[in-house]
């Protein structure tokens, strides 16, 4: 299982045990070795924003960005920092209170949506659209549906 690094804390609550129960739960579901750090991070809309310019192309705020720094992460020592995912406090709030969530869950959401990304999930295609979300649901109801 892979560790993670909270760079700085949000508004809203979160609770690292269920923070760590989703890395343990990812880590049991998907068959990548996870044996290293990411780094979480929040950021204002305008921050993210010029992120998401800048690497996507996509002159708008967004929810999350994930990066992952290698193409494999076989090597890697439980020190070295695979990734990193970076949040919008600010539009976390604003779809918690959309899709009637609390933030904390939403943010849970992301998280879980983030890290599969890392781990080269994507929803591009269909096809890959369902994988993902099959496993977003799988790890949502270990966690959250005991």
């Given at each position: 299982?892979?560790?993670?690094?909270?760079?700085?804390?949000?508004?809203?609550?979160?609770?690292?045990?269920?923070?760590?129960?989703?890395?343990?739960?990812?880590?049991?579901?998907?068959s990548i070795i996870q044996k290293w750090t990411l780094n979480i991070v929040f950021m204002d809309n305008d921050s993210i924003q010029n992120l998401?310019?800048?690497?996507?192309?996509?002159?708008?705020?967004?929810?999350?960005?994930?990066?992952?720094?290698?193409?494999?992460?076989?090597?890697?020592?439980?020190?070295?920092?695979?990734?990193?995912?970076?949040?919008?406090?600010?539009?976390?709030?604003?779809?918690?209170?959309?899709?009637?969530?609390?933030?904390?869950?939403?943010?849970?959401?992301?998280?879980?949506?983030?890290?599969?990304?890392?781990?080269?999930?994507?929803?591009?295609?269909?096809?890959?659209?369902?994988?993902?979300?099959?496993?977003?649901?799988?790890?949502?109801?270990?966690?959250?549906?005991?």
């Open positions: 299982m892979f560790s993670y690094i909270l760079n700085n804390k949000p508004e809203f609550n979160i609770n690292t045990k269920t923070i760590d129960d989703i890395f343990k739960n990812i880590s049991n579901n998907i998401n310019k800048n690497y996507r192309n996509i002159d708008k705020s967004t929810d999350v960005l994930s990066f992952h720094y290698y193409d494999d992460f076989s090597d890697l020592k439980s020190e070295d920092t695979a990734g990193e995912i970076v949040l919008s406090e600010e539009k976390i709030i604003t779809q918690w209170e959309e899709f009637n969530l609390w933030s904390e869950k939403e943010f849970y959401k992301l998280l879980i949506h983030s890290i599969l990304h890392i781990l080269w999930y994507d929803h591009e295609e269909d096809h890959d659209y369902k994988i993902m979300q099959e496993k977003e649901l799988l790890i949502w109801s270990e966690v959250f549906e005991k």
